[in-house]
């Protein structure tokens, strides 16, 4: 009964076949000649160098107008310009030889398919004076743009759903992309040939409770006397009978008292007897002091859920998950992002470096499109 309800038609999958056009772009009268090989490195000859090279920012313009073109491009150039395969067998050669050809081509395609301009990064010249980070994979410009005179807005990098994930590294890359004024984009392929694209940033969760060193010593004296009337319960501990309480981002009420977990109590332990922060508190106290309530975030399959108002006020903005409990590949991340979205929220990595905390957020994204 529910699938003679269902509505809506299933998105409709390419598949990408060789020796067929994608585009709907009628040929050339004359066929156009296939890419040749030159020391190792696949060229398109003029006049179409030239057409490729100005109208879409494909391959790298040479001395002598010819353009040299990645593997990828020969993809793209196939199924949308109407230019032959180098040779009958050369795809399966190709991927004999590097297997990556297949991601490569299914992922450029996409990132062109909207318009934006792609190009990879060892076509970019130096003269363009573009910065290019050795983990970058390619540049995007925004098709309204004109590449030639116009700094990118992007870099990109791809992977498949399988791949593992360095976190640091991948924190250094972004912070490095910032760092010339540009967006970190990655693109995730997964073994359906099917790209998720993701934009990468940095979050600053901060909100408006109140921070531990707002709080007078009369409130502090009334929060150690409380302290000191806990009863344990499981792993974390029960303040009863309780009449004022001025931390309202600790603990819960409940039952005519205040339940603190584990963290909480150990934190405020640690801030009313002004002892020596834990390692294990790092995280919890950087938040605590950016005035953000936490709350256990195991429903939403991370570590908090993170509100900057009261839990009654609005709904929490942001889940984080410590890197050390972070997904370990990218059909993890890409599931957690997705679960995040999902419920209206954003999912932030906590990693510390060089003595800070950093919130790396991914989200899913359209390059150009949103």
């Known amino acids: 009964m529910a699938r003679q309800n269902r509505k809506f038609t299933p998105r409709q999958r ?18 156009l000649l296939p890419p040749t090989n030159r020391d190792g490195s696949w060229f398109i ?26 593997s990828e491009e020969i993809l793209f150039c196939h199924w949308h310009r109407h230019v032959p395969l180098p040779s009958e067998h050369w795809f399966r050669d190709s991927v004999k030889e590097n297997p990556d050809i297949v ?38 410009w925004n098709r309204e743009q004109v590449f030639s005179k116009e700094p990118p807005v992007a870099h990109v990098r791809w992977a498949w759903t399988t791949d593992e994930i360095d976190w640091v590294e991948m924190l250094e890359w972004t912070n490095t992309v910032h760092s010339y004024g540009m967006v970190a984009e990655f693109f995730v392929i997964d073994e359906e040939m099917d790209v998720t694209m993701y934009l990468l940033g940095m979050a600053q969760p901060s909100g408006n409770q109140c921070l531990w060193d707002s709080f007078s010593s009369d409130e502090k004296q009334h929060l150690s006397i409380l302290w000191d009337e806990r009863i344990t319960r499981g792993t974390g501990w029960y303040i009863p009978e309780l009449s004022t309480w001025p931390c309202e981002s600790i603990g819960v009420e409940h039952l005519s008292g205040r339940h603190l977990r584990e963290e909480e109590g150990k934190w405020m332990n640690v801030m009313l007897k002004n002892l020596q922060l834990p390692p294990e ?64 929220k954003s999912w932030l990595c906590a990693l510390p470096l060089q003595g800070r905390w950093f919130y790396l957020q991914m989200q899913r994204w359209l390059p150009g499109r949103t």
């Open 14 to 31: 390419t598949t990408r076949p060789l020796g067929v056009p994608l585009t709907t772009n009628l040929p050339p009268s004359q066929a």
């Open 45 to 70: 000859d003029p006049p179409l160098s030239s057409r490729l090279y100005q109208k879409s920012g494909l391959g790298k313009m040479q001395s002598d107008q010819s353009i040299r073109i990645t």
């Open 103 to 140: 991601a490569r081509g299914v992922v450029f395609d996409t990132a062109r398919s909207g318009g934006e301009i792609l190009i990879p990064a060892e076509n970019i010249p130096s003269k363009w004076g573009v910065e290019i980070p050795k983990a970058t994979w390619a540049m995007r």
């Open 281 to 344: 508190l790092e995280l919890f106290n950087d938040l605590m002091q950016r005035g953000v309530l936490l709350r256990p975030g195991f429903k939403f399959g991370s570590r908090w859920r993170v509100y900057d108002t009261p839990v009654g006020e609005a709904h929490a903005p942001w889940l984080v998950q410590p890197v050390e409990l972070a997904p370990v590949n990218w059909e993890a991340a890409c599931l957690a992002v997705r679960l995040s979205e999902g419920v209206h």
